[in-house]
């Protein structure tokens, strides 16, 4: 069963491309999804004294290593478009798995990460009275969701990007590369919020 | 190569004489093509409604005869009403509501209305429709775990709802959540498609005015539920995560707080009413002027009234919080911004009703299902005054005084305008007239005890009568009204009775009804340019151009009483 | 519309105003003065409460305000599906862009008049929800209300008069006593989850949210006695929380506080009683 690009798709009555279109309406939803988490985190810190002691635990070198990691591959990954646009395919190819790797770097440091404080955490608040075991406070529950959820964008962009890299070698549909390359800013610029507001601000 | 291409192209979509045999599969399962889809979602949404039909049948009949067996259930215990009543709203809001008017219409309507051969992404399409159908399983499923199916009400607050101990329902609050978080993704997918098809699939010369209103209600729906769902994405995150004893989000008792679930639902609840009012709206407003042959009414202020709405409708909701705990301060402001939201769809409302000044109306059976929906939608609009004035909201919040406002305003948008678009788009999906009197029998034989249910309701909210509750007959001040209560019940039993002249209408129609022709409305839209059942590709002999807008009715100087948008001077 | 004469524009703006202002000043005016018997409104729910005539007041003024553009709109609809029926097969309709400026005027008068309306409305229902829920009168005694899964647990003070002062508070499980003519000042606790304190007849309803305590006042005028629902879903006993207020008048409450003396019973173990008991029975098939 061959797939037919419709002509729908090639038609631009706004002049922009349809597929760019398309992804910044994707940003747009996630934006607000995880806007919508953040936003409630801030309102539960500002109300909360205790956290800057709970939030003591994280780990700081290991965020500020992530915040570099995926700033170098928001850097790869415009490399990549950048050769595309200069007809190098082949050195693209290589550009977008370097992309990819950075995300592998990330997510062995996050897990290093998890494994560490949750242990620790489990440590630190088991034996308190009136705590359900294995529960964790707020603090926590936010850390946890907020990182959780943007680890499983990052794994989901590097396997789209994965993807994207198969197309390239081929020599088709180039222009997802740029594509692939707003959405992963966009997984990018959620971090750089994240870093802050969860590891430095104690 | 690159399939860039920056502006519009006028050739017909190419090799569809050369294309291998499709099997049944490819064709009608794994389909790409915007009109199975949009079969799909429809006939999927029409079923789960015959599913949520039939929870409110097993509710009325324990509220009309309480303690009695209902047949075809069986005894209906507390647990089970409360199961019935969550999941009948559920259901209808987010597995009939949406996918019918939204997917369903979007689907078909947008590339046909737009002049385009399918939706931009097709295989994000038949993906979204995909997790959409998982959706259906696993609220479904939820019904047969242990434990039995989630009972908290539509609205889900925790605690009830994060924990098992309280709510009883231990995976069936969870399959809940699951299923309406995939409807969400499904939802967004899908939304993105319908955005972007719109804004840049439009054939040549159709500009941003010129496209029909259903059209552009459904991209401003889409719209609104993509800004607005975000946030309960998030607390649904949290809410799955305090389920499975994780997290305290929503828990006092570990530093959590209840009313934040409140917020993040009603911050997307609210926007979720005009996600579904506005195609539903914007359906009647495609068939208004094409039967009473006038252009529609300062299309502009429509627009602009359907933004406005849209815009206002993110600043309103605590009003479902009024006495929820929440500093009464606050009170003040959403009941201003709630009273000011009724005006500009009352603007719209009047839009509407100037449209038929002067026309030459006639009574087709879409037609009728559109003027209902003004006529009933005013009632609900009206009664929503009362829920949004802080006063009266302290004594009308959870009674049935608020169930008879959201049914005189989700009957409308769910069943009355998705029956006006089913009729009218009838014989271009299938290429067959429905039958004129069995359409106007089912047309009466819904409506008139649709009205006197609901309508029977207010006074039961003013008698004090509050929601999800099994049995009032404990109840001393609300035991006399038990009268009303059988009526009511007896209604329903009718306006269910009524529903199989619908599937009879379709199902003789479809194989002996009169063959259609290609515009049988005499109506402006590109839609009924294409042959009856769209072909793969629509346009078929070449792509159209469009000269205007959609609703150029009578207009003075030309010898024919329409002048559709493809048609050059 | 065709014929439309061209009044100056401030001219009939200022008409408008006028006819609007005069309409919302007859409505409050009539429902104030001449319709008696705004006691049954409520479908002959009795007004038990000092705030009752308050909220069913509003409730008459939005139902004048509303109703009237209610009964306009539906009418108008009619009329013109009646007015405007295809009766002859040659039967032409006028065309009407809607664009021009005396054609817009149909629909953004009304939509003037209609704020105007609303702002009326607001007025009104910030009068009320002040007095109910923000401005509370010195308490002249205090309750303590528990909702929990599935029933009310009451605190009343006993005869010394204090709230949670000496031993001699009365707990009572679904059954409230007050006297008539005071001011109380409830306060509000949820042990579980969400639940709702509501009393039609008072017409007050509040929520009960676990970790907090929440003060509101209701002021009983009727003797009488009258239900108490729960207000928000509180899992499967949620429809089985009855409740009874009854308000005595000043006799018969100290009759009734000299009878029911449970001086001993702890808050703790009424609950106990009130949990294991009550929802083992209701939650039985």
Known sequence: MSFEVPVATTRSSTGIPTGRLGMWWVVASEVVIFGGLIVCYLLFRLGNDGWGGEASFTIVPAGALNTFVLLTSSYFVVKAHKLIGEGDREEAFKYLWYTIACAGIFLLVKTYEYTTEITEMMHHHTNEDGHMIGTFPVFWGFYFAATGLHALHVIGGAVVIGIVSFGVKKGENLQRVEYVGIYWHFVDAVWIFLFPLFYIAK | MTQKKKTGTRKAPAGHTSHHEESFWSKYVFSTNHFVIALQYTITGVFMALIGGYMAYVFRMQLAFPGEAVPGFGIVGPGEYNNMVTNHGTIMIFWVAMPVLIAGFGNFCIPLMIGADDMVFPRLNRLSYQIFLLSCVVIIASQFVPGGGFGGAWTAYPPLSSEAGYSLTKWGQTLWLLGVALEFVAFLMGGINFITTTMNARVKGMKMYDIPIVVWFIVIASILFMLSVGPLIAGAVMLLLDQFHVTGFYNPALGGEPLLWQHLFWFFGHPEVYVVLLPAIGVCADIIPVFARKKLFAYKIVLWTAIATGALSFVVWAHHQFVAGIDPRMAHIFTVTTLLISIPIAEMVFVYIATLYGGSIEFKTPMLWALAFIAEFLIGGCTGIYLGSTGTDIYFHDTYFVVAHFHFTFVPISIIAVFAGITYWFPKASGRMLNETLGKIHFWGTVIPFTFMFLAMFPLGMAGQHRRTSDYTIFPELAGWQDWRVIITYCLLIMIAFQFVFFWNVIWSLKSGKKAEKNPWRANTLEWLVPNVPPHGNFTDGFPEVYRGPYEYSTPGRKEDYWPQNVPD | ?285
């Not at chain 3, 009766?87 to 003037?112: L, M, N, R, S």
């Not at chain 3, 059954?175 to 509501?198: A, G």
Request: glycine share 8%; charged share 20%; with cysteine.
């Open chain 3, 1 to 285: 519309m065709s014929k439309s004469k061209d009044i100056p524009g401030t001219t009939s703006y200022i008409l408008f105003i006028v006819t609007a202002v005069i309409c919302v000043v007859f409505a409050i005016t009539a429902f104030y003065f001449v319709f008696p018997n705004r006691e049954t409104w409520m479908v002959g729910l009795p007004q038990a409460s000092s705030y009752a005539g308050d909220i069913d007041g509003l409730f008459g003024l939005i139902t004048y305000l509303v109703g009237f553009w209610f009964v306009v709109s539906e009418v108008v609809f009619f009329y013109f599906i009646f007015r405007y029926r295809k009766k002859t097969p040659d039967q032409k309709a006028e065309y009407v862009t809607g664009e021009e400026h005396h054609q817009k005027q149909w629909i953004t008068i009304p939509h003037i008049l209609v704020i105007i309306c609303d702002v009326a409305l607001i007025f009104g229902t910030v009068y009320v929800w002040y007095k109910v829920k923000q401005d509370l009168p010195p308490a002249q005694a205090t309750i303590r209300v528990t909702g929990q899964q599935w029933a009310w647990t009451f605190q009343h003070p006993g005869p010394d008069g204090q709230l949670d002062k000496g031993d001699d508070d009365i707990y009572l499980v679904d059954e409230l006593h007050l006297k008539v003519d005071t001011v109380y000042h409830f306060k509000l606790e949820s042990t579980d989850v969400l639940h709702s304190f509501s009393i039609p007849a008072f017409r007050i309803k509040q929520d009960s949210v676990p970790g907090r305590t929440i003060t509101g006042w209701f002021e009983p005028t009727l003797v009488g006695e009258y239900d108490i629902q729960c207000a928000e879903m509180c899992g499967i006993g949620h429809g089985l929380m009855k409740g009874r207020v009854y308000v005595h008048a000043e006799n018969e409450y100290s009759q009734w506080l000299k009878g029911e003396n449970l001086s001993g019973a702890t808050a703790a173990e009424t609950s106990a009683v009130a949990l294991g008991q009550v929802a083992l029975e209701r939650t039985s098939p």
